[in-house]
């Protein structure tokens, strides 16, 4: 846990008490003039557009625009949103954002210090590794939005290829023997978002760290929407702000990338270099669950090295796909061969519902 006065230090990244404003600070230090049309001056002492020069291209009045980024003004219209976003190069996730925080921000904004905090009822548990044929990994209590329906997880343990189902907040929920197998962070009770960022594991596996960390936060971004005052999240960008430079930079950004799909670049230390692609379906009837599938282009060396990965596992006798039962206690975990165990969390799953089927958001 961190102490007391680094939280308070941190937290701030994420207080919940002006979304809008902040998103619309954040969003205009990352436009230049030249992208604009204004030329820069030599006494520009500002990263982006001025406060001013922005109210000018959207067609509202400076004093008007500053009352929205300071908070004081709580009704921007659709048509006033929609002009500050084609200033701000906003694309049509980010747009549909800022219209979200300006619906909201009557019912989101407060005083500072008086967003609602409610008590911890999940303790921070440590996770040890161990060997490949143990039971399911478990995890410490969790609330009903980590449960995963049973017949999901028959059905990603029935899948041939590495699926996990991930939380809200990007705790790993369900994982098949596949997954666990591709990476020590595949399974239940792991946030991966802490991974990316604190297990030096993570950046080995991922070859292209720099663009899954930049998926990661701006996914949690998405995922968040404007329950930016939600304890857990809070929490989890207090702790990673106080440890890594890389997160809060891409944290500042106010960055948003919905459930998407991609190409993931990995080395793996039993079957080498993996070239595979991951799509994300939503878990419909939950809160936020998505169900994670990797898959290789059939007859590439990547479709080959996921099969010899699969054989092995028959081999070992590995245990079929884990998941967080409520009230369950953390039970040992297996780490990938080839890698060192990871240092143990320093925080709890941070959250989907009780039933589920799947729906392709990408």
Sequence with gaps: MLPPSTGRRYRRHVDGTNPLGEYLKARRQLVTPEQVGLPRGPRRRVPGLRREELALLAGISPDYYLRLEQGRDHNPSAQVLDALARVLHLDREGTAYLQQLGRAAPAVLR???????????????????????????????????????????????????????????????????????????????????????????????????????????????????????????????????????????????????????????????????????HEKFAVTGSTGQLMVVYHAEPGSPSHDALRRLAASIEQAGAAPTGAIPPGAAVAPAPPTPGLAPAPAPTGPPVGGHDRGKLSDTR
């Design 111 to 277: 005083a500072p210090g008086t967003a609602t905090r409610t008590t911890r009822t999940t303790p921070r548990t440590a996770t040890t590794p161990g060997p490949t044929t143990t039971a399911p990994t478990t995890a410490a209590p969790t609330t009903l939005e980590d449960r995963v329906d049973p017949a999901i997880v028959q059905l990603i343990d029935e899948l041939p290829v590495p699926t996990f189902v991930q939380g809200r907040w990007l705790d790993v929920l369900a994982a098949n023997p596949l997954a666990r197998a591709l990476s020590p962070q595949y399974r239940p009770g792991v946030n991966l978002l802490r991974a990316a960022f604190t297990d030096p594991r993570d950046r080995t596996l991922h070859q292209d760290w720099d663009r899954a960390t930049e998926e990661a936060v701006s996914g949690l971004r998405a995922a968040a929407g404007t329950d930016l005052d939600d304890p857990r999240l809070q929490d989890l960008v207090a702790e990673l702000s106080a440890v890594s430079d890389r997160f809060r930079e891409l944290w500042a950004r106010h960055d948003v990338r919905g459930k998407v799909g991609g190409t993931s670049v990995m080395l793996h230390p039993e079957v080498g270099p993996l070239e595979l692609r």
